[in-house]
């Protein structure tokens, strides 16, 4: 990364943890999922995107991580995970700043926010699958 010195903004910037143990930074435009998914951002196999985002609402659609895990930590509000695994789906309340959930490689998951929610992503991000909810 040529500029460490300079500070970004987690909410229109993704961090890639490189699988070298270095950082870039990933400006989040109106093409950035489908540049992600087309790998037009290069291959991220053992890598890493961390970003913020903020909801008002539930998901629009489940999504699937097939390369990692994902680790979902709330940071201020309230919001329930849905996790649809073998045996059914399970839901995580995350209720405090600080609780996360792990959502395991190759679970389908949605969120259900009955309030605004801002939540950080540490996410595998290679291969991300998508679908109506």
Do not use: I, Y
Not at 47 to 72: C, I, N, Q, R
Not at 125 to 131: C, D, M, P
């Amino acid at each position: 990364m040529s500029n460490n010195h300079t500070s970004s903004n987690v909410l229109n910037t993704f961090v890639r943890l490189r699988s070298d143990a270095t950082v870039e930074r990933l400006p989040v435009g109106e093409r950035f999922w489908q540049q992600l998914s087309n790998g037009e951002l290069g291959t991220f196999h053992n890598e890493f995107l961390v970003t913020s985002h903020h909801f008002d609402s539930d998901w629009g659609s489940w999504e699937m991580h097939p390369k990692g895990d994902e680790v979902v930590c709330v940071l201020a509000g309230r919001v329930t995970f849905v996790l649809e695994e073998d045996d059914g789906e399970h839901r995580v309340e995350l209720c405090e700043p600080g609780d996360f959930v792990v959502v395991p490689q190759g679970v389908w998951h949605t969120a259900e926010a009955s309030e605004p929610v801002w939540m950080l992503f540490l996410t595998a991000g290679e291969g991300t699958e998508h679908r109506a909810r």
